[in-house]
């Protein structure tokens, strides 16, 4: 059975910035990073736990596409995938943990 993906507003925020940033440059480079990032969130319905632990002791993953990673949490129970955060990677995610 597939997962349910859940965008946090965190995350529709990141996503928005990260479309802002880069229409200022390139439309056209805009909408591929925002559509690459929209499809590999898309695979975490079928293959929920594909991203590693950010660590040992957290229950976040991390799927990185291009630049950028992909926070989330997997809920088991409730079949649903809860997209957390999108950041470029060279932003620190220590506070993520």
């Not at 200022?24 to 990032?37: C, G, K, L, V």
């Not at 291009?66 to 088991?76: A, D, Q």
Request: with cysteine.
């Amino acid at each position: 059975m597939k997962h349910k993906i859940d965008w946090q507003f965190t995350a529709i925020d990141d996503l928005d910035g990260i479309e802002t940033y880069h229409e200022e440059y390139s439309q056209e480079t805009a909408t591929r990073i925002i559509d690459e990032i929209t499809s590999r969130v898309k695979t975490l319905a079928d293959f929920p736990f594909l991203g590693p632990k950010i660590n040992k002791n957290s229950s976040k993953r991390r799927l990185t596409v291009g630049n950028y990673s992909i926070f989330y949490e997997v809920c088991e129970e409730r079949k649903l995938v809860q997209i957390l955060y999108v950041w470029h990677q060279a932003r620190d995610a220590s506070s993520l943990a």
